[in-house]
């Protein structure tokens, strides 16, 4: 049995409440949303907030909608919903393929997207999906609340602009009408952080690329992504040549660490393998195979 | 099985005798009413935590544990210095500080001078609850000077490497076993190695020499190590609840360790979560948990974490091997020589019998028929966690029947031959046995060609390697690999067998009450085997009783024989057979006193299941429970005999017994990401008679799962700071029903010629056997680009260097 050291809890009632309780406790209040990540490091005592107040009464964190030309995913909405929504598999195939690889189901029932963005480990799956698809998320303070997209939300590892006062209260991502996207990722055994994940959507129009986006995890890609790679397919066919060619400016745009789950070679070169499979995959999904 | 289906059936529709019953303990487990060391709760029990080394080597300058001690609910603080301070009345060395391992060496239960590796035991806190202690760890101020760790077993015994064992006046990172060696032989080196150079010479000859490791894994029981001790200072009794394998050697030790009375110490252990041998060796929290209750004079509970668990506790394997195999060109082996550097850890704490300081390793010679077989082992300290004995390995045979069935494999890719052929031709005969292997092993007996060949029957062997072919043209990778693994269990005949002079025999007793319904009293320690269940069956196949009818008891030393507990799958060899000999010992007093009863002579009587008759008018005769009244009765009953049916035995094993099995495992590899998929696996066992089939299966489906694991995930890695980078289930991965296929069993059946009821005991088979089949089925995958080994586990990332031509060292951190 782990212990972690003392800590006060405190049951948010809404949104402006969780605020409240925030602004009142300052930094060493922790959000706690499903856990899976949080309560872990507090148990090992590598966390160890005073306070932690609890999001999981705030229903209207909860749901997915479209909302004119974006979905829209609550902060508190789980794993388990995302894989198992009917919304999001017609718009993008990239959420299904991600989430049955994340975690396990015990964690996949708990854990939240907000969390999962906010935790922002440098190896989440969805920080990969939600900078393929070029998402952003609504940020809540005292103030109001302000968007972001998610190419600028990361300051770095386990960083993020979410202010100490702040909450992440929604991720939304635009409807692509015609893309087809992909979600691959390398593990040492399910329910194992990826050694390496790539995940993509393409539209592909008139024979062209004409809009892409390509998100990368536990590789070291800054934001989580590969602009230089999505900037050569656009105007381009989806041929194998080019493909490969944007899978290799997108390992280029990785800088891993070696650790236990492989060295940086073989990084690099899952960064290309997975980028031109999921590329291959979303190219031919858009053009309706 | 035609044998299953003629035991007749109980009232509650249990085999009178052997065959499949659900096990008897699952009611309770079931339904989490199980009763595992955590679940005891002794009224004023206090709790306890142990402060560990972050640092893999360095002196303890000081310790300051003056705000541990403010803490408000702190009862005491213990440190090494404080245990130095108190006079041990034995003769295993004269205070507290440092304990006896298993095989003579000393550790450490809290470190005095220098910490040897990272999660060594340095101080003790107890508390009123179990948060208040570890709050108070956080308050303890160690200033440590960081040494030089040795953490490459390649290094250790370099000139000029740090000393780990200075506390010995050692000079280097040898280790000396009890008998004053240094390294440890079998085999006739003269005659391997000239065998090996005649074939180096001979055109007509191959050698082939590789080194393979077997890196550093932990046995990671579901349940951890802990205990809750309490010494009643009117009585001065002590009572502790322990996570053991082998409570009656654990009292013993006990004993010598604390310098208390042996009739004075009760060794329960409930229900145990699982050990694999992490729960044989006595851990210094055990003897901390004593020592707590010597001074608070109230019961302490002390409960390993996870990652306490992980670091500290007995790891398994680490051996590093350089195997040669000489053979013909047609494939006949000549010769196999194995040289191997075994790393230790910081204290030579493994369990094994006295007279084998490598365990059973020498049973490397294998299942096949050839003269010459040597063995070299050189053990070395490290900067790491002691153990090296454990997680099913039955004396290290895994790492036996490992190096074997892998350096068979290189043989056959250096012939081109398949390995089921090359085996085929080498494997021994049905008339050879009983055979004394090259090494010195007696094999009881076996049909290995007839169960390799049941297991490439049930595999379509020919149809995969059609298979194969076809997918090779296609540029997909799948591999097929065999393993065939021999080995030796049921430690041991006493006189060659002992733990710290402990010889290896099994007591039991078996109580009929007058009603005819029985107690069980065992020596051996299930920590999930389902003793509960097959021991009666046993008594069943023995004596007629309905196993519903007979209780078996175990886990307390107060109200069970002495004996040496469960590891190296010795219960059914060693006390299954005492189990066998004491229900006959019953059933020959039966026939005395229902002789008596039906006035007749005992020699007039016939057994039938359950029933002496008088020979030749069946319908005159009793049942066992009549006769179990009669004996409680006035009848009056022949000299010599006093009354009840009551026995006990003691079993001294005449010899091992050899369980075999042929595995096959079928893999498929995608070169562009590494990743390997378990197809399928085959596993024909062959454990002789099965008491409960329905038990053996789960037994190997649990091995096996073993198996996948090791060979693909499983590790324990140490940075060169000497970090531990397996020291959570996050790190150390343990394998999932995802990764695990259907297992497809088989069997056949071979009796042991020398076993009462011809039973082998099956506990390790799996685990033994399972990896190299596994790891075969990777590198026959892979050989189209020329590898021809890569060391475990397989990850995507090892797998991938591989076929780069570019294998990594995995016992270091990756770079």
Same mark, same amino acid.
């Given at each position: ?28 209040? =922790? ?13 090992? =005592? ?99 609340? =302000? ?28 409807? =692509? ?69 944007? %899978? ?35 190219? %031919? ?5 | ?85 108190? &006079? ?192 044989? &060796? ?16 109230? &019961? ?50 493994? +369990? ?81 046995? &009983? ?23 049930? +595999? ?12 090779? +043209? ?84 107060? #109200? ?91 079993? #001294? ?38 008491? #409960? ?112 031509? #570019? ?5 270091? +951190?990756?770079?």
């Amino acid at each position: 049995m782990q212990t972690p050291a003392p800590v006060d809890y405190a049951r948010a009632t809404s949104v402006a409440d969780a605020i409240d309780l925030l602004e009142k406790h300052g930094d060493e209040a =922790r959000l706690l949303a499903g856990g899976h990540s949080l309560l872990p490091m507090m148990k090992l =005592r590598l966390a160890r907030p005073e306070i932690l107040i609890d999001l999981n009464d705030l229903d209207e964190l909860r749901g997915i909608r479209i909302e004119g030309e974006e979905i829209v995913i609550g902060a508190m909405v789980t794993h388990a919903e995302i894989l198992d929504s009917p919304v999001l598999a017609e718009h993008y195939a990239i959420f299904r393929e991600a989430e049955k690889v994340i975690a396990d189901p015990i964690v996949r029932n708990k854990g939240t997207i907000g969390g999962s963005m906010c935790q922002a480990d440098p190896s989440e799956d969805l920080s990969a999906v939600g900078s393929a698809l070029k998402g952003s998320v609504v940020i809540q303070g005292s103030g109001g609340k =302000r968007t972001l997209a998610l190419r600028e939300f990361h300051e770095g590892p386990y960083e993020t602009k979410v202010g100490d006062a702040e909450i992440l209260i929604e991720v939304r991502f635009p409807i =692509r009408p015609g893309a087809g996207s992909a979600y691959e990722k390398v593990e040492r055994r399910v329910g194992d952080w990826p050694v390496a994940s790539a995940g993509v959507f393409v539209v592909v129009s008139g024979g062209v690329v004409t809009d892409c986006g390509i998100g990368l995890t536990a590789i070291g890609a800054e934001h989580f992504c590969a602009p230089d790679a999505e900037a050569y397919l656009i105007g381009k066919a989806p041929t194998e040549e080019n493909l490969a060619a944007a %899978a290799q400016l997108a390992a280029d745009a990785c800088t891993p660490y070696a650790d236990q789950r492989g060295p940086v070679d073989y990084k690099l070169h899952l960064a290309r393998e997975l980028t031109l499979r999921t590329l291959r995959k979303a190219a %031919a999904s858009s053009q309706g195979a | 099985m035609t044998a299953v289906e003629e035991v007749p059936l109980s009232a509650a529709g249990n085999p009178i005798g052997f065959g499949s019953m659900r096990r008897v303990e699952d009611a309770r487990f079931v339904r989490g009413q199980g009763n595992y060391v955590d679940d005891v709760n002794l009224p004023g029990m206090l709790h306890s935590a142990i402060l560990r080394s972050p640092h893999a080597h360095a002196r303890i300058v000081s310790i300051d544990a003056a705000a541990a001690e403010a803490l408000p609910g702190v009862v005491a603080v213990i440190t090494g210095k404080i245990l130095e301070g108190i &006079p041990r009345p034995s003769l295993l060395g004269d205070n507290f500080a440092w304990m006896p391992t298993l095989s003579y060496d000393t550790q450490a239960v809290l470190a005095t001078d220098k910490v040897r590796f990272q999660g060594q035991e340095v101080a003790y806190v107890i508390a009123e609850s179990r948060y208040i202690a570890k709050d108070a760890l956080e308050l303890i101020d160690v200033e440590y000077e960081i040494l030089e760790p040795v953490m490459d077993a390649k290094r250790a015994l370099d000139a000029g490497a740090p000393i780990i064992r200075d506390d010995k006046g050692q000079t280097d990172n040898s280790i000396t076993d009890v008998h004053g060696n240094k390294t440890w032989e079998s085999g006739n080196a003269e005659s391997t190695a000239a065998a090996i150079a005649a074939a180096k010479a001979d055109p007509n000859c191959v050698v082939v020499t590789q080194e393979i490791m077997y890196p550093r894994v932990h046995p990671a029981p579901m349940e951890t190590c802990g205990s809750v001790s309490y010494l009643d200072k009117v009585t001065g009794q002590l009572t502790m609840y322990t996570t053991t394998q082998a409570p009656h050697a654990h009292r013993t030790v006990y004993a010598m360790v604390a310098g208390l009375p042996e009739q004075k110490i009760r060794i329960i252990s409930p229900d145990i979560g699982g050990g694999f041998g992490n729960k044989v &060796p006595v851990y210094p929290g055990y003897v901390l948990s004593v020592i707590g209750t010597i001074v608070t004079g109230k &019961p302490v509970k002390w409960i390993e974490d996870r990652g306490e668990n992980l670091v500290s506790t007995g790891f398994a394997r680490d051996y590093h091997m350089t195997a040669s195999i000489a053979a013909t060109k047609e494939g006949k082996i000549l010769a196999v020589d194995v040289d191997v550097l075994a790393d230790h850890g910081a204290f030579n704490g493994v +369990a094994q019998p006295t007279n084998y300081p490598a365990g059973f390793f020498n049973i490397f010679s294998g299942s096949y028929d050839y003269a010459d077989a040597h063995c070299k082992v050189t053990p070395v300290y490290t900067n790491k966690a002691p153990g090296g004995v454990a997680y099913a390995c039955s004396f290290r045979i895994t790492e036996a029947a490992y190096v074997i069935e892998r350096v068979v494999d290189c043989l056959a890719q250096e012939l081109q031959m398949d390995p089921a052929e090359l085996r085929l031709k080498n494997l021994l005969r049905p008339e050879q046995f &009983p055979y004394l292997s090259p090494t010195g092993w007696e094999y009881d007996s076996g049909e290995y060609e007839k169960t390799m060949r049941v297991a490439m029957e049930m +595999a379509g062997y020919d149809e995969l390697r059609r298979e194969q072919a076809e997918k090779r +043209a296609k540029g997909e990778y799948m591999g097929i690999g065999i393993s065939f693994f021999t080995e030796g269990v049921g430690a041991g005949p006493r006189r060659d067998m002992d733990i710290l002079g402990l010889g290896m025999a099994d007591g039991i007793e078996l109580r009929v009450h007058p009603t005819g319904k029985a107690q069980l009293r065992l020596s051996v320690q299930s920590q999930g085997q389902g003793h509960e269940t097959t021991f009666a069956q046993i008594v069943a196949h023995e004596l007629g009783i309905p196993p519903e009818d007979i209780e078996v008891l175990h886990g307390d030393t107060d #109200n069970t024989p002495f004996g040496l507990g469960t590891y190296g799958s010795r219960s059914t060899p060693v006390s299954g057979a005492a189990a066998s000999v004491v229900a006959r010992k019953v059933r020959d007093r039966a026939r005395i006193v229902a002789a008596a009863a039906l006035e007749c002579a005992p020699d007039d009587l016939d057994w039938e299941l359950g029933r002496w008759y008088v020979k030749g008018d069946r319908e005159r005769g009793k049942t066992i429970a009549e006769i179990a009244l009669l004996s409680h009765s006035s009848l009056e009953l022949p000299e010599g005999v006093e009354g009840h049916l009551d026995a006990t035995a003691v079993y #001294n094993p005449p010899s091992l017994t050899y369980p075999y099995g042929c595995y096959i495992c079928v893999v498929d590899v995608d070169p562009g990401t590494g990743q390997v998929k378990v197809r399928r696996f085959i596993a024909v066992d062959d454990c002789g008679t099965r008491i #409960n089939p329905m038990i053996v299966e789960g037994q190997v489906h649990g091995g096996l799962a073993d198996g996948v694991g090791m060979a693909l995930m499983e590790l324990i890695a140490f940075d060169s700071d000497g970090n531990n980078l397996g020291g959570s289930f996050m790190d150390y991965l343990l394998p999932t029903a995802v990764e695990c296929p259907d297992w497809e069993l088989g069997e056949t059946v071979t009796p042991s010629p020398h076993h009462p009821i011809g039973a082998k005991g099956v506990g390790e088979s799996a685990t033994v056997g399972s990896p190299a089949a596994v790891v075969n089925a990777v590198i026959d995958a892979l050989s189209p680009f020329g590898v021809r080994h890569a060391d475990m586990p397989l990850t995507p990332a090892n797998v991938w260097r591989a076929i780069q031509g #570019n294998a990594m060292r995995v016992d270091m +951190a990756i770079e």
